[in-house]
């Protein structure tokens, strides 16, 4: 699993791999209001998009340690406070789903991974004679 994501941590790899993982993320999360799913269904829609989550933070770690850039840019991916306006999207029986700008907040790591160099990337390949080990 290790290798996949390091297979991804590249900055054009990680652009398409990320815009994926977000929109099935959002899909999965809104599926339940768009199709009016009951609450099992809708449980493991929150499952697949919970995945996808958690998977599109994994890369993002991968990515940023490829850039050299601290793991600490990944809080705002696990820590999101809700401030300022919120919208009600709709509601059902067994719950709601609402939008909140602060929300977006979570995607500043992603961005950062999108423009983030590698590391070493301009710098020319040493070798052990080079380096005299």
């Known amino acids: 699993m290790r290798g996949l994501f390091e297979r991804f941590s590249g900055r054009?790899?990680?652009r398409l791999v990320s815009v994926v993982l977000v929109a099935g993320c959002v899909l999965a999360s809104y599926l339940p209001l768009i199709t009016r799913l009951s609450g099992g269904?809708?449980?493991?829609?929150?499952?697949?998009a919970m995945s996808f989550y958690v998977a599109l933070a994994a890369l993002t770690?991968?990515?940023?340690?490829?850039?050299?850039l601290s793991s600490w840019w990944l809080l705002p991916m696990i820590f999101v406070f809700h401030v300022g306006p919120r919208w009600e999207l709709?509601?059902?029986?067994?719950?709601?789903?609402?939008?909140?700008?602060?929300?977006l907040i979570s995607l500043v790591p992603i961005v950062i991974g999108w423009f983030a160099t590698a590391r070493n990337s301009d710098e020319p390949a040493t070798t052990e004679a080079q380096s005299g080990h």
């Not at 770690?61 to 050299?68: D, E, I, K």
């Open 12 to 14: 054009q790899e990680y």
């Open 61 to 68: 770690y991968f990515r940023l340690r490829n850039a050299s």
């Open 90 to 103: 709709g509601s059902w029986e067994w719950g709601s789903s609402s939008f909140e700008p602060s929300g």
């Open 41 to 48: 269904w809708a449980a493991l829609a929150f499952a697949t």
